[in-house]
């Protein structure tokens, strides 16, 4: 079996954790492969967080960004996330709970030959044949390259082919239920419980826009940019693309859903702590 262990940059808190979950798999002779941050921060050798596909379980300690961070060098890799932030919604092992929660996922291993997890689904936005993003788990952005007054781009945005809405916006986003609670609540898109079937298409800042809609996973939404020199299209706020306009985003569920492991976070707890 091979782990993987992302420490949130920076924090030491995070680094001793990693120290201690290293020596559990060495104990274990589980292989331990740090991403090169961790290992830098530990005095030892790092892997491309990219390279961590290769693996049979990653674990991510720290916030919901160090998640993100190692969900997108997993893959399908299952992720386990240990919570060293306030809210959580993808990390629900306490730190004082980290060892043993990789403990039971190295014993199951042993067992069943699997790691237990759930899936959640990501979605990806593409180019035509030129270009596309690593899948996000959060959400995609497509938007001027300024927002504000006088920014933002001229857009129409269709679901299966037919017009949702269209005009000026400082962009439009694209969110999975996971990503409901991250970029999208701040612009004031519904909170989407953890299950359901849909993501959440949301103009952003429209001079004359529809209200936030729920389309189905399996919908395509076209995001035809207009009326500026370019556009910038993100994917979970790291993978990002700049296009010239005009063009048209294709935005889809991707083919492959990320995968967490470990117990389930209880998702109203983690919502009250919003407040």
């Known amino acids: 079996m091979r782990v993987g262990i992302v420490a949130q940059r920076g924090n030491a808190r995070a680094s001793s954790l990693a120290s201690d979950i290293g020596e559990l798999l060495a104990a274990r002779d589980v292989e331990a492969w740090y991403d090169t941050e961790t290992g830098s921060a530990l005095g030892t050798s790092g892997t491309p967080v990219e390279e961590f596909d290769a693996c049979d379980l990653v674990v991510s300690i720290g916030g919901d960004g160090t998640f993100l961070y190692a969900a997108r060098g997993a893959g399908s890799t299952p992720v386990v996330g240990v919570n060293l932030g306030e809210v ?7 730190p004082d709970d980290a060892v043993d929660a990789v403990r039971r996922e190295v014993e199951r291993y042993g067992e069943t030959g699997h790691v237990r997890a759930r899936e959640v689904p990501r979605v990806q936005a ?4 030129e270009w596309s993003l690593t899948p996000a788990l959060n959400e995609v952005v497509v938007q001027g390259e300024k927002r ?5 781009v001229e857009m129409e945005v269709r679901v299966n082919g037919s017009e949702y809405t269209s005009g000026h916006a400082d962009g439009v986003l694209i969110a999975t239920p996971t990503g409901s609670t991250a970029y999208n609540m701040s612009e004031r898109g519904p909170i989407v419980q953890p299950g359901v079937d849909a993501f959440v298409l949301n103009d952003m800042s429209p001079a004359d826009g529809m209200p936030p809609l ?5 919908a395509e939404i076209t995001i035809r940019v207009d009326g500026a020199a370019e556009a910038v299209v993100s994917s979970d706020g790291a993978s990002r693309y700049h296009v010239e306009i005009p063009e048209v985003v294709t935005v889809t569920r991707a083919p492959e859903p990320a995968r967490v492991a470990g117990p389930a976070s209880d998702f109203f707890e983690a919502l009250n702590k919003l407040e």
Request: hydrophobic letters at 35%.
């Open 88 to 94: 959580g919604f993808l990390n629900a092992v306490a």
């Open 126 to 129: 593409e180019g035509g044949q």
């Open 214 to 218: 729920l389309v189905p996973t399996d």
């Open 148 to 152: 504000g007054h006088g920014q933002g």
